[in-house]
C-alpha cells in the first residue's frame, strides 16, 4: 500500500469512527503534514483519494470538509417476510435476461456477480500455472484428475485447519467452482419433488438448481445481520418433510447477513436433531473485512452432516473454476456423481492454485482484496445516502462486495433494471432472488470494482430514475 493510501486509511477511520464528523473541516495539508509526518503532496494525494471515495469535499478557499452524508444515513431493512410454505421454481428465465445484460464491457457492473478482475493477482496465478506445469511429473495429468491435485487438497484443508475446522483429508472433493460442488451435495440427498430449505431471498442459482432438479422450495426468512429465522425454521422441520437446507450462514448473497457463532451452532443442534443435511454455500468466506474469519456451521459439525463448499472463484482466481465441497458422511457419493459427471475441473488450473496458495502470498492478497472491497463499500453507501430518495434502506455486510438495497413501495425493480439498462448501468432487481419472485422493490448492487467518477455519476443517474417512480 502507498503512503497517501494508507494516510487516507486513518482519515477514513477517523470519520467513520466519528472522530471527524460531518461537516466537520479536515486538517489543513500544512497541518497533516506537520502533525502526521508526510509530505503535503502525500496530504494531497490522500485528499484526492478521499474525494473520490465521496468522503470529504473540497470548498473554494476553505480547505476539505467531512461530507454531509459521509457516514451511512440510510436505515437498514427489516427480517424479509414468510412465504407460502412450498413453491415450484421457475425463475430461469428472468435470472438468463439479467446476466445477458452483464455481457457487454461498457455497462457499470452494479448487477455483476463478481469483482473487479484488477483485484486479483492474475499475472502471479499465470507465473504459478507455468511453473507448476513445468515442474509436473507426466503421470499427474491424469492421475490427478480423479482425486485432485494432491497438493491443493493439503492446502486447502490446511486453511480449514487454520480456521478451526478439523477435517479428514478423504471428505474433502474438488470441483468446477463451488456450484458444481452445490449441485452434486443437492443431487446426492435429494431426489424429484422433494422438499429443500432456502433463504429468501437467497443466490439465484440456488433456485435455479431447485428448478433444474424439480425440487420444492421451502423459502426461510432471512434478517440482514442475524441471517435466517431460526424459529421458522424449526417450524417447517418439524411439520414438513425438508430433505436438505441450503444455507449461507456468512456473508449471504444477497443480503450479507452473518449468524453469531451460537447461532450457528443452534442451527447445527437443530438439524442434528432433526438429521437433515447442510449444504452450507460459504463462497465469500475469505471476504470478512474484521480481524477474525466467521465460523462455518460445519465447524461445529460431529455427525458429519453438513456439506461444506467453497471456491477461489471470489477470492482468487474467477475463471479457473476450481471449487471443493468437504463433503462430511456424504463425500464418497459425490465424489462418484462428480467422476459420472464432469470426471474434474482441469489439472491445470488446480496445480496452479496449489502453487499459488504455497508461494503466491495468498494471505497477502485476501488483506489487500477485503481492504479495496470495505473501502468500496463505504464509498457506495456514502454515494447512495446522497443520490436516493428518502426511506431507502440499505444492508452493512461486514464483508463481500453485495449491498441489498430496500427502495419505497412504488419502485418496481424490474423496471427500474431496464430503465438503468438504457442508461448503460446494470444491476441485479430483487425478483430473480426469490422463488416466488418476491422483493419487487429490491435490488442488489455490487462495489466491487474500483470507485471512480462514473460510479459516482451512474449512482446520481439511479437515484434520478428511482425518484421518478
Ligand atoms: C452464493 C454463491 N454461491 C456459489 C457461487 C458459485 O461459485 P463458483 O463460481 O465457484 O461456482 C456464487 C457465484 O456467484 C455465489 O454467489
Redesign the pocket.
Known amino acids: 500500500m502507498k503512503r497517501y493510501e494508507k494516510f487516507a486509511d486513518q482519515i477514513a477511520e477517523l470519520i467513520r469512527a466519528g472522530v471527524l464528523a460531518p461537516g466537520e473541516k479536515v486538517p489543513s495539508v500544512r497541518h497533516a503534514s506537520r502533525t502526521y509526518g508526510v509530505s503535503p503532496s502525500t496530504v494531497f494525494q490522500a485528499y484526492y483519494l478521499l474525494e473520490d471515495r465521496g468522503l470529504i469535499q473540497a470548498r473554494a478557499r476553505s480547505g476539505y470538509f467531512v461530507r454531509e452524508l459521509a457516514r451511512h444515513s440510510l436505515a437498514e431493512p427489516e427480517t424479509s417476510a414468510q412465504a407460502a410454505q412450498t413453491t415450484e421454481v421457475d425463475v430461469s428465465e428472468l435470472v438468463f435476461s439479467v446476466l445477458g445484460s452483464l455481457k457487454d464491457p461498457h455497462t457499470v457492473p452494479f448487477g455483476s ?1 463478481f469483482p473487479s478482475p484488477q483485484l486479483f493477482p492474475l499475472p502471479r496465478l499465470a507465473r504459478s500455472m507455468a511453473h507448476a506445469l513445468r515442474d509436473m511429473p507426466a503421470h499427474a495429468v491424469i492421475a490427478d484428475m480423479t482425486s485432485g491435485n494432491p497438493d491443493l487438497r493439503r492446502q486447502i484443508a490446511l486453511r480449514y485447519m487454520v480456521a478451526g475446522v478439523r477435517l479428514a483429508l478423504d471428505e474433502l472433493v474438488i470441483t468446477n ?3 458444481e460442488a ?1 449441485n452434486l451435495c443437492l443431487q446426492t440427498v435429494t431426489s424429484p419433488g422433494d422438499l429443500v430449505a432456502i433463504e429468501a431471498p437467497a ?1 439465484y ?1 440456488t433456485l435455479q438448481v431447485l428448478e433444474r432438479l424439480k425440487l420444492k422450495a421451502v423459502e426461510i426468512p432471512v434478517n440482514p445481520r442475524e441471517g435466517i429465522d431460526l424459529e421458522v425454521l424449526a417450524e417447517r422441520l418439524a411439520n414438513l418433510p425438508i430433505k436438505a437446507c441450503w444455507f ?1 450462514s456468512s456473508l449471504q ?1 444477497p443480503l450479507g447477513a452473518s449468524m453469531s457463532d451460537a447461532k450457528k451452532q443452534a442451527l447445527y443442534q437443530l438439524l442434528l436433531q432433526h438429521q437433515v443435511p447442510l449444504i452450507e ?1 460459504d ?1 465469500y468466506a475469505e471476504l470478512y473485512y474484521g480481524a477474525q474469519p466467521p465460523k462455518p456451521v460445519k465447524s461445529f459439525d460431529t455427525d458429519g452432516l453438513v456439506m461444506h463448499c467453497g ?1 477461489f ?1 471470489k477470492s482468487l482466481a474467477p475463471g479457473y473454476r476450481v ?1 471443493w465441497v468437504a463433503g462430511g458422511r456424504y463425500a464418497e457419493q459425490i465424489s462418484r456423481l462428480k467422476l459420472m459427471t464432469t470426471i474434474s475441473p482441469s489439472v491445470p488450473a488446480q496445480a496452479a492454485i496449489a502453487d499459488y496458495l504455497q508461494h503466491g502470498g495468498y494471505d497477502r492478497h485476501l488483506r489487500k482484496l477485503r481492504h479495496a472491497l470495505e473501502t468500496q463499500q463505504d464509498a457506495m453507501l456514502a454515494s447512495a445516502a446522497r443520490h436516493f430518495p428518502a426511506g431507502t434502506r440499505v444492508t452493512r455486510p461486514s464483508g463481500g462486495y453485495f449491498l441489498w438495497f430496500e427502495f419505497p413501495e412504488p419502485v418496481d425493480s424490474l423496471q427500474l433494471f431496464q430503465l438503468a439498462l438504457a442508461q448503460g448501468i446494470s444491476l441485479a432487481p430483487g425478483p430473480i432472488f426469490s422463488a416466488t419472485r418476491r422483493f419487487r422493490n429490491c435490488a442488489r448492487l455490487n462495489h466491487g470494482h474500483p470507485w471512480d467518477a462514473q460510479s459516482e455519476q451512474a449512482m446520481e443517474l439511479l437515484g434520478r430514475i428511482l425518484a421518478s417512480f
Open positions: 456477480a467452482g463451488a456450484l452445490l443466490f442459482a449461507m448473497n454455500d463462497v471456491s472463484s471449487g
